[in-house]
């Protein structure tokens, strides 16, 4: 499709396990952000792609969250040793550059039970 | 670093009444500012847009939003609200800084519709 693909859209995982979330941002898009959303709450920022350049990872809220971009497209968000804390939908987003709108994937719902 | 403050965390409104959500931003340059609307379940969708130019700038759904350069505002409007208009809205502030994240968003204001 043409817009940004989130997978899986739901994920229920137990406390400390390990769990992935993949973007699919719209071809062509040089930057891809990564998002959280707790239940009511508003966009907690997480992380930030721009093209080749080092990624802005100052969102992050701990060593257990990474994220990763591969050739400049596919991203994958990585949490381990998830905790009941890390439930939340997370959003990802693309742009075609620095002046242009994000483009919004549907999120994934994170449950960790 | 630019900043966005929506101050109105959660606003109701009759059906049919008009509507104004503020929008404040910090930034030493005119930035690119955007308006997004969040329905329940569902991402982010743009609703409008300001990057030069005419300082009103129209949306989708009959929404509109107004750049004040000297108030840093870009408030958004609509003069009759429907039920379906329920959702979160985010005003969000873009600049061209280099090395930053480039991308800013305000913490939402809730908009509940009164039949």
């Known amino acids: ?113 | 670093a630019q900043s966005v403050t929506q101050p109105d965390i959660h606003i109701t409104v009759s059906e049919g009444a008009s509507l104004e959500l503020r929008c404040n931003y910090s930034y030493g340059a005119t930035p690119y500012l955007f308006w997004y609307v969040q329905s329940p379940g569902q991402g982010l969708q743009l609703l409008l847009k300001y990057f030069s130019g005419d300082t009103l700038v129209q949306g989708i759904k009959g929404f509109e939003a107004e750049f004040k350069r000297s108030q840093s505002s870009f408030n958004l409007r609509k003069p009759s609200v429907h039920w379906s208009d329920a959702a979160e809205y985010f005003c969000a502030v873009a600049t061209m800084d280099t090395g930053r994240r480039a991308l800013t968003f305000g913490s939402g204001t809730r908009l509940q519709v009164q039949p």
Request: one cysteine or more; a neutral charge.
């Open chain 1, 1 to 113: 499709g043409a817009g940004v693909s989130q997978s899986p859209s739901n994920k229920v995982t137990e406390k400390g396990k390990d769990v992935e979330l993949r973007c699919d941002p719209i071809s062509g898009h040089t930057a891809l952000y990564w998002y959280r959303q707790s239940l009511g709450q508003g966009l907690e920022f997480l992380i930030y792609f721009q093209g080749n350049s080092a990624p802005d990872k100052s969102g992050l809220p701990s060593d257990r969250f990474s994220a990763e971009r591969t050739g400049g497209s596919v991203s994958t968000l990585t949490i381990q040793r998830t905790q009941q804390e890390d439930s939340a939908v997370y959003l990802c987003a693309s742009r075609f550059d620095r002046v242009t709108e994000a483009f919004f994937g549907q999120g994934t719902r994170l449950t960790v039970v």
